[in-house]
């Protein structure tokens, strides 16, 4: 079974620009979460999403945005970029019921100039 | 590869020996506690979880132990080897069908060979 995949895996923008990354999960994993790692702050929950509704949300401003499509993959769009910004973001995926292990992607690392 | 975190705790462990990862939680509503392996340029990977209503789980290898009383939770890792070494984060969360999961700052695991 193929993991989850997340695109591109670099990327390189600068102040004010904005970026969508995507994330694919595990096929069947309908759960799909985000979150931000940095050296500074650690790896800090962005959102959850499940059958295209986010029903979780971190403590990010709202330039941080996401969605989730029918096939399950996900989005995430930050705009008005910010050096600040600069991190590993990663996406995990999860079958439905509670207590069940979230496989993580490799990341998108962003850097912002 | 990338760094995860230039500013974690380490624990430099002799290849052979065991080892023991500390983490505090914060939350004592969480009911569902989390230990992730993360290597230089991966996304965090499952490694043993233990539920609230438990206090020692084993795995192949790692041991989890938790202290609801004082919030606390320690992995053990039986005869390190140097495949071992990443920077280990401890994860709660508090059940009710939503994934979002707080992670701990880490500690990087150093094996000697």
């Known amino acids: 079974k193929a993991g989850v995949t997340q695109t591109p895996r670099y990327l390189i923008k600068t102040r004010g620009q904005q970026v969508t990354l995507s994330c694919s999960p595990i096929s069947g994993h309908r759960s799909v979460s985000w979150y931000q790692q940095t050296p500074g702050q650690g790896l800090q929950f962005l959102f959850e999403?499940?059958?295209?509704?986010?029903?979780n949300k971190g403590n990010f401003p709202g330039r941080f945005s996401g969605r989730q499509f029918s096939n399950s993959r996900s989005e995430m769009n930050v705009s008005t970029l910010e050096l600040g910004d600069s991190a590993l973001y990663l996406c995990?995926?999860?079958?439905?019921?509670?207590?069940?292990?979230?496989?993580f992607g490799p990341g998108t690392r962003l850097t912002v100039l | 590869g990338e760094s995860v975190g230039l500013h974690l705790p380490t624990l430099s462990v002799q290849e052979g020996d065991n080892s023991i990862i500390n983490c505090a939680y914060s939350?004592?509503?969480?009911?569902?506690f989390i230990w992730y392996k993360q290597e230089s340029g991966k996304g965090p990977q499952f490694i043993i979880d233990?539920?609230?209503?438990?206090d020692k789980r084993q795995g192949q290898r790692v041991t989890v132990l938790l202290n609801k009383t004082v919030k606390h939770l320690s992995l053990q890792i039986a005869a390190t080897q140097p495949g071992d070494s990443a920077v280990y984060f401890c994860a709660e969360n508090i059940l009710g069908g939503y994934q979002k999961v707080t992670f701990g700052t880490g500690t990087k695991l150093q094996v000697i060979p």
């Open positions: 939350n004592s509503a969480s009911d569902y």
């Open positions: 995990a995926s999860s079958l439905e019921t509670p207590y069940n292990e979230q496989f």
């Open positions: 999403y499940f059958s295209e509704t986010q029903r």
């Open positions: 233990i539920r609230s209503n438990m």
